[in-house]
């Protein structure tokens, strides 16, 4: 069982940057990893995704060119680098690990394992 821990999350102004970890109880090397996030009064939504081994990421539409998800494999972390953050940013974000899948894939059923979220708030 990967236990999954987010970090970074805080109040920032519109136009600010945020950096946010998500720390694992072992191994991340055989999971893809994912960033959701659920907006206030809103569904999930998948954010960004990155590959196993980090050659490869993927984003939504509403992230790219802002974010960029990156991971150390030695450390056993993820993160989620924001910039140009948005009041329409504001969400808890939630990273997520699958042994199986692709990390392109947006269905949060998929996933196994779930951090217990951050809150990213932006002020307008």
């Known amino acids: 069982q990967v236990q999954l821990v987010e970090s970074g999350g805080g109040l920032v102004q519109a136009g600010g940057s945020l950096r946010l970890s998500c720390a694992a109880s072992e191994t991340l090397s055989t999971h893809s990893t994912v960033w959701f996030r659920r907006p206030p009064g809103q569904e999930q939504e998948y954010v960004a995704g990155?590959?196993?081994?980090?050659?490869?990421?993927y984003y939504a539409d509403s992230v790219k060119g802002r974010f960029t998800i990156s991971r150390d494999n030695t450390k056993n972390t993820v993160y989620l680098e924001m910039n140009g953050l948005k009041p329409e940013d504001t969400a808890v974000y939630y990273c997520?690990?699958?042994?199986?899948?692709?990390?392109?894939?947006?269905?949060?059923?998929?996933?196994?394992?779930w951090g217990q979220g951050t809150q990213v708030t932006v002020s307008s």
């Open positions: 997520a690990a699958a042994a199986r899948g692709t990390f392109s894939d947006d269905r949060p059923a998929i996933y196994d394992y």
């Open positions: 990155i590959s196993r081994t980090g050659r490869s990421t």
